[in-house]
C-alpha cells in the first residue's frame, strides 16, 4: 500500500501550475493528436493484489486465514455479478469467504439475524452487505448492526466518524481505491483543486474527505449546483460520481486536468449509443454484439483530448474497488487478531 498524508516532494511542481499539468500529462501523440494518459486500473488493482498476496503468505505462517462474509439478498442481476466477482477474488488470494443468499422477501429482522450470527463467528473478519437492499428492509439499520471492526465496506457510522476526524480506520473501497489510483500514478494531490461530484455517502463524500486529507482544496457539487460545468473547469482533479452517461464533457474538463471517472452506466439502444458518441461506429458494432455498452459519467472522447491523465470505463476506477476490499479484509483481521498494523502503511484511505 501506498504512505498516507503526503507532502510535495522536492522539485515536484506545485498543483496547478504549468509544470503541473506537464507532469500530469506525458501525453501520447496519436494520430498528430495529444492524447491523456489513461490510468490503468487494472494494472494497480493487480499490484495492490500482489501486495496482499505477501501478507497473506505472512499471516497464514501464523495460521491466520482472513475471512469474508458476502451477504446478497434477492436477485438483483449486477449485485449477483458484484458478489461472485469479490468472491472469486478472494478464492484467486487465498482468503476465506462465504457467499450467503437469502430470498429477496427477506425481513430487516432476519437480516439483523443474520448479521448478528456474523459478528459472533471469529473465523469471520469481513462482513458485506451487498446494496441496494431490497425497499421492505431498513438498510441503514442492517448496516449499522455489523460489528465496526467488521465493517469492510466503511459504511457504519463509527468508521465515518473516524475517516472524518483523519483517525485510523476501515474506509469505503472505491474512494480508498481513487486515492491509490492517484498516489501509485504520482499525480499531486497537495494543494490541488479538486472537484467532486455527486455527494453520496458510498462515493462522493468519503473521497471528498481523503482528498481534503491529503490537502487538496476541494468543492463538492450535485444536482442543485449552479454552472455545475464551471465548477468542474477550476478543477486539478475531478472526480465524477453521478450516474448519468457522459454528463461530463470537454467544457467541465481544464486542459491537462486529472479526471477519475466513477460512473457506471449501461447504454442498451442505438439512440442512447449515438446520443453519447461523437463517433458511434464501434460503440454501436459492439452493442449489437454484446447488448449493451457500458459508459461512465464522463464523455470518453471528449476527456481523451482535453485531459491530462484518467481513468477509463471500464478498467479504471472498477477493479481498484475489489482491490480495497481485499485490503480492507485483510486489514480488519490483522486489527481484529491483534496483529501489527499492515507492514507497509495503507494510504490515509486505509
Ligand atoms: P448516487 O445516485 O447515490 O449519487 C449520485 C450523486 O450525483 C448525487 O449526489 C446527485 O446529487 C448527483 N447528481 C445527479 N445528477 C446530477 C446532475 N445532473 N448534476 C450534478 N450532480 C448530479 O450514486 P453513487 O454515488 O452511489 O454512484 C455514482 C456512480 O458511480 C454510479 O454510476 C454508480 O454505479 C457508480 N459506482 C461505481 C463504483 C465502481 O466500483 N466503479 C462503485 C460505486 C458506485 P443530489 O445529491 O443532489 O441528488
Not at 291 to 320: I, M, N
Amino acid at each position: 500500500m501506498t504512505s498516507g498524508m503526503r507532502s510535495r516532494p522536492k522539485g515536484r511542481p506545485r498543483a496547478g501550475s504549468r509544470g503541473y499539468a506537464k507532469l500530469v500529462r506525458l501525453h501520447h501523440v496519436s494520430g498528430g493528436r495529444l492524447s491523456a494518459r489513461v490510468l490503468d486500473g487494472r494494472k494497480i488493482g493487480d499490484e495492490i493484489q500482489a501486495e496482499l498476496a505477501d501478507q497473506l503468505r505472512e499471516l497464514k505462517a501464523a495460521r491466520i486465514t482472513p475471512g469474508l462474509a458476502a451477504v446478497l439478498v434477492g436477485e438483483n442481476p449486477a449485485s449477483q455479478i458484484y458478489v461472485r466477482n469479490k468472491v472469486k477474488t478472494c478464492e484467486a488470494l487465498g482468503l476465506y469467504s462465504e457467499r450467503i443468499e437469502c430470498p429477496a422477501a427477506t425481513s430487516t429482522e432476519n437480516l439483523l439475524g443474520l448479521v448478528a450470527r456474523l459478528n459472533a463467528r471469529d473465523e469471520i473478519d469481513g462482513i458485506l452487505v451487498q446494496l441496494p437492499l431490497p425497499p421492505q428492509v431498513d438498510s441503514k439499520q442492517v448496516l449499522e448492526a455489523v460489528d465496526p471492526a467488521k465493517d469492510v465496506d466503511g459504511f457504519h457510522p463509527v468508521n465515518i466518524g473516524k475517516l472524518v476526524s483523519g483517525r485510523p480506520g476501515l474506509v469505503p473501497c472505491t474512494p480508498a481505491g481513487i486515492i491509490e489510483i492517484l498516489v501509485r500514478s504520482q499525480i499531486p494531490i497537495s494543494g490541488a483543486r479538486a472537484v467532486v461530484v455527486g455527494r453520496s455517502d458510498i462515493v462522493g463524500k468519503p473521497v471528498a474527505m481523503l482528498l481534503l486529507h491529503h490537502h487538496a482544496t476541494v468543492t463538492i457539487c450535485h444536482s442543485k449546483t449552479r454552472d455545475l460545468a464551471a465548477v468542474a473547469r477550476e478543477a486539478d482533479i475531478l472526480v465524477a460520481a453521478i450516474g448519468k452517461a457522459a454528463l461530463v464533457t470537454a467544457d467541465f474538463i481544464k486542459p491537462g486536468a486529472t479526471v477519475i471517472d466513477v460512473g457506471t452506466n449501461r447504454l442498451t439502444t442505438p439512440e442512447e449509443v449515438r446520443r453519447v458518441f461523437h463517433h458511434p461506429a464501434g460503440p454501436l458494432r459492439q452493442l449489437e454484439a454484446k447488448g449493451s455498452v457500458l459508459v461512465g459519467d464522463v464523455q470518453p472522447e471528449d476527456v481523451r483530448e482535453k485531459a491530462g491523465a484518467y481513468t477509463p470505463v471500464p478498467g479504471g476506477v472498477g477493479p481498484l474497488t475489489i482491490a480495497m476490499l481485499m485490503a480492507n479484509t485483510v486489514k480488519a483481521a490483522r486489527l481484529r487478531r491483534g496483529k501489527e498494523a499492515f507492514r507497509s502503511q495503507p494510504s490515509l484511505a486505509g
